[in-house]
């Protein structure tokens, strides 16, 4: 995701919080969230960091072009 190879503890940091949102978003969609170390809390958790990290890099993007 980062790809000027900087900021690697942001993007666990930024991740792990991803895995959390992903939890909330999917239990509040009536669908499994992570309840343990399984596959469908780890795709549960990807999807949740993936789409926190692309808002923030897109933020953080368009900051650093202004």
Do not use: P
């Not at 792990?16 to 549960?44: K, P, R, Y």
Request: net charge neutral; glycine share 14%.
């Amino acid at each position: 995701m980062n790809r000027t190879d900087e900021g690697l503890v942001r993007d666990i940091i930024l991740g792990v919080l991803g895995a959390v949102v992903g939890d909330a978003i999917f239990t509040e969609l009536g669908l499994v969230g992570v309840t343990g170390i399984n596959l469908t809390s780890i795709v549960v958790a990807a999807i949740g960091a993936i789409l926190i990290l692309v808002v923030y890099h897109a933020i953080r993007g368009r900051r650093a072009a202004a």
